[in-house]
C-alpha cells in the first residue's frame, strides 16, 4: 500500500484534479441526451461542473469548497454508469425523489460557493463609519506612503494584535484626501484572510486588479505588466498574516511580495497581526495599531450605541477590556439594549463570552474567534511552549519580566526557574509577539486584558506550572541571600500584581495551604506596609492569618494580629488595632514569648498615646521597657524610651533615662 501524499502536494494537486473532472463531467453531459433518459440528472451534471467552477472563485475556506465540489463531481460520475441506456420508467420513484433533492442540494452549493468570492473587490470598503483616536496615526502613515520633504515614500506595515483595528486603519488612510488625490482611482485593497496558499494570494491579487491571463505567459508575469504600466497604484494586503504565516511555501510569499514592492510605482500597505514586518521588501517605520486612547473609546462607545457617555461606571468598563477596538466596539453594540452597569456585571461573570453580535461566527464580531485564530495559526502550533508559556504570561496581572532587560536585578533572573520546563522558551516568545498574542513592555512581556481572560478559560496553566511559579516566588520572599535585599525590594516593586495574585489565588484552592506560602504572604504584606500600601498589606495579612488558623500555628496566628493592629494604628483605626493586639498579646502569652509580648505593650501604647490617653500609655510603655531591658534589646529600649519623652514634654514632665 502506497503512503499518503504530503499534505502541500495533495492541495496543489486538487486543483488539477478538479479541472479533470470539469472535463469529465461536461462531456458525459454532452452526450447524456441519447444515453440516460432520467429526470433531473443531466441538470445535476451541469450543476456540479458549476459547482466546480465557483469552488475555483470562493475566497473563503478554498480547499474545503475545492472537496465538495470533487465529491459533488464524482458522485455524479458514478452515478451515471448504472443509469445508462434507462429512462424514467426504468426507475424507482424513490430514487427519482433521491435524484430531485441532488439536483436541488448542487444548485443550494453553486450559490454558497459564488457568494464566497464577493468581497474580492476592485472598489475598496467605505471609510469605517465611526473612527476615534487614530487620526496621529493617519497622518504619519501618509507621510510614510506619500514622503515629506525629508524621508522618501516607501511602503507601510500596519501591525498590532488581533481585535485592534488594523483594518478600520488602513482603509481611514487608504481614503485619506492626499491619498485619493495621489493615486487618482489607483488605490486596491486585497483581503487576504483566505489566501493559504502563493497560488491564492496571487489569484486574490489579479481578482481584484482585475488583471487577465494572457495566452503563453504566466500569471505572475501578466500581473508584473499590469503593475508597470499603470501610474502610481496603492495596493493594500489586509490580514497579510494568513498567507505568510499559514502557508505551506512562506519562501513563495516572500518572493511574491518582493516581485510586486520592487515596482517603483507600487506602494503596499500589509495589515498584520503581530509585531515585525514580513520580508520580501524594504519598509518604512511601522505604524503600530494599539489599545484606543480612553476618551476615544468613550466618543466610539456614544457614537454606536447613542447612550450617555457620561454614565459614571462606563470609564470602569471600558478598563476592564483594556480599550482593545473591537471589544469597545462590540460592548457599544449591547450597550443598546443593555444598560452599562448590567454590561459591568456580565463582564465580571462572563469575560470574554460577551464580547460578539448577535452573529458572533466570525473574527471581526467576536473576540473570542479573532484571538482562537491567532492562537490556532502555524506559527504558534510549531512551537511547543508557546501554550504553556501564554498560559503563565497571563495569569501573572504583571506579566513575565525580560530576562535580558536592564531592570532585571541579581537575585531576580526568574525567566529560567519560572518557565523551567520549557527548552524552547525564546522561540515561543518570538512566536507569541509575531502573533499579536504577548507584547513587549517596559522590562518585561505582557498581554490584553480580553486575551488574558480567554486563556485563563480556555488554556490555564497546569498545575505543575503553578507550583513552580509558587515555589518561585515563596523562595523570592523567604529566601533570597541579604545582599539581594535592595534588589529584592525594587523587584517586589514592579512584581507586586503577580505575588498578591498568586497568593490569594493559590491560598484559595489548597487545602491546607503550603505553610512556606502563608510565609510569602505575611512576608509581603510587611513590604507593603513599608511603603504605606496599607489596604493590600492587610488582604495579604487575612490570607494568611486564615492560613495560619487552618493549619492551626499559633505563632503564624499571633504575628498575623499584631501586624494588622500595627497597620490600624497607622491607619489611625486605633479602636480596631486595639482589638487585634489584644488578640496577639493572649496568643503570645499562650505560646510564652515574652519578645512578642513586649512588642505587644510598645504598640499599644504607642495606640493610647495618638489618642491621647496619655497615663494609660505611659503604663503601657514602660511595662514594655521593661520586658525589653530583660530581652536586651537596645532599640526597641530606645523607641520607647522616645515615646515616654513625648508624653513627658506634652504633660510638661520630665523624660526617661535608659538604664
Known amino acids: 500500500m502506497s503512503s499518503p501524499r504530503p499534505e502541500a502536494e495533495r492541495l496543489g494537486s486538487r486543483s488539477v484534479v478538479l479541472a479533470n473532472l470539469r472535463e469529465a463531467l461536461t462531456v458525459v453531459a454532452n452526450v447524456a441526451d441519447g444515453g440516460i433518459n432520467v429526470p433531473f440528472v443531466k441538470g445535476a451534471m451541469q450543476i456540479a461542473v458549476q459547482v466546480i ?215 503596499i500597505i500589509v495589515t498584520m497581526r503581530g509585531d515585525s514586518t514580513p520580508r520580501g521588501t524594504l519598509w518604512g517605520v511601522p505604524l503600530y495599531a494599539g489599545s484606543l486612547p480612553p476618551e476615544a473609546s468613550v466618543k466610539t462607545f456614544a457614537d454606536i450605541s447613542q447612550k450617555d457617555a457620561k454614565d459614571p461606571k462606563l470609564s470602569q468598563l471600558l478598563a476592564k477590556i483594556d480599550h482593545v477596538p473591537l471589544a469597545v466596539t462590540l460592548v457599544s453594540n449591547l450597550a443598546k439594549v443593555e444598560s452599562v452597569s448590567n454590561l459591568l456585571r456580565q463582564w465580571e461573570r462572563r469575560k470574554t463570552a460577551m464580547l460578539k453580535d448577535e452573529t458572533g461566527n466570525a473574527k471581526d464580531n467576536n473576540v473570542e474567534v479573532s484571538i482562537e485564530m491567532s492562537i490556532q495559526s502555524k506559527i504558534v502550533e510549531a512551537q511547543t511552549d508557546a501554550l504553556p508559556l501564554l498560559a503563565i504570561i497571563s495569569y501573572l496581572p504583571d506579566g513575565l519580566l525580560d530576562p535580558y532587560s536592564e531592570d532585571t536585578h541579581p ?110 504572604a505575611y512576608n509581603m504584606s510587611s513590604f507593603l506596609h513599608k511603603h504605606f500600601r496599607y489596604d493590600e498589606a492587610i488582604q495579604m495579612l487575612l490570607q494568611a492569618l486564615q492560613g495560619y488558623e487552618e493549619i492551626g500555628d499559633k505563632h503564624g496566628v499571633t504575628g498575623c494580629l499584631e501586624s494588622l493592629g500595627d497597620i490600624f494604628c497607622m491607619m489611625s483605626r486605633y479602636e480596631e488595632a486595639a482589638l487585634k493586639l489584644q488578640e496577639a498579646l493572649q496568643g503570645y502569652k499562650e505560646i510564652g514569648d515574652t519578645h512578642g509580648v513586649a512588642g505587644y505593650l510598645w504598640s499599644l501604647g504607642v495606640i493610647l498615646k495618638n489618642a491621647a490617653r496619655y497615663d494609660e500609655a505611659t503604663e503601657k510603655l514602660e511595662l514594655s521597657l521593661e520586658a525589653y531591658r530583660s530581652i536586651g534589646s537596645e532599640r526597641a529600649k530606645a523607641l520607647c524610651v522616645w515615646h515616654l519623652d513625648e508624653i513627658s514634654r506634652i504633660k510638661g514632665g520630665g523624660g526617661h533615662t535608659l538604664s
Open 53 to 267: 467552477d465557483a469552488a475555483e472563485l470562493v475566497r473563503k475556506n478554498k480547499e474545503d469548497c475545492r472537496e465538495v465540489a470533487a465529491m459533488a463531481a464524482q458522485t455524479m460520475l458514478n452515478l451515471i454508469k448504472p443509469l445508462q441506456g434507462k429512462d424514467e420508467g426504468d426507475i424507482t420513484e424513490a430514487l427519482r425523489d433521491q435524484l430531485g433533492d441532488l439536483q436541488l442540494k448542487l444548485s443550494e452549493d453553486e450559490q454558497v460557493l459564488d457568494s464566497s468570492s464577493i468581497l474580492l473587490s476592485s472598489t475598496p470598503p467605505p471609510m469605517p463609519a465611526v473612527f476615534h483616536g487614530r487620526e496621529g496615526e493617519v497622518s504619519d502613515a501618509v507621510a510614510t506612503i506619500l514622503g515629506t520633504s525629508c524621508i522618501s515614500p516607501s511602503h507601510l506595515a500596519i501591525l498590532g494584535s488581533g481585535g485592534m483595528g488594523k483594518t478600520s486603519l488602513a482603509l481611514a488612510i487608504l481614503h485619506h484626501e492626499q491619498v485619493k488625490e495621489h493615486f487618482k482611482k489607483h488605490i486596491y485593497f486585497v483581503p487576504c484572510e483566505s489566501a493559504t496558499s502563493p497560488e491564492q494570494l496571487v489569484s486574490h491579487i489579479t481578482s481584484v486588479l482585475r488583471v487577465q491571463k494572457v495566452k503563453d505567459q504566466d500569471i505572475l508575469t501578466c500581473l508584473d505588466i499590469f503593475l508597470r504600466a499603470v501610474p502610481e497604484l496603492l495596493l493594500v494586503l489586509d490580514n497579510f498574516e494568513t498567507p505568510y504565516h499559514n502557508s505551506e511555501n512562506t519562501q513563495q510569499i516572500v518572493e511574491i511580495l518582493g516581485r510586486i514592492g520592487c515596482i517603483p510605482q507600487v506602494t
Open 411 to 520: 537575585g531576580t533572573q526568574k525567566w529560567g526557574v519560572m518557565t523551567s520546563l520549557m527548552k524552547g522558551r525564546e522561540d515561543a516568545v518570538t512566536a507569541l509577539s509575531r502573533t499579536g498574542l504577548v507584547q513587549k513592555t517596559v522590562g518585561g512581556f505582557n498581554t490584553l486584558s480580553p486575551i488574558r481572560q480567554y486563556v485563563l478559560k480556555q488554556y490555564p496553566p497546569s498545575e505543575e506550572h503553578l507550583r513552580i511559579l509558587e515555589a518561585y516566588y515563596i523562595n523570592l520572599l523567604c529566601g533570597s541571600h541579604p545582599e539581594h535585599h535592595s534588589d529584592i525590594h525594587h523587584h517586589l516593586s514592579v512584581e507586586a500584581g503577580n505575588v498578591m495574585w498568586l497568593v490569594k489565588d493559590r491560598t484559595q484552592n489548597q487545602s491546607p495551604v503550603p505553610p512556606g506560602l502563608l510565609e510569602a
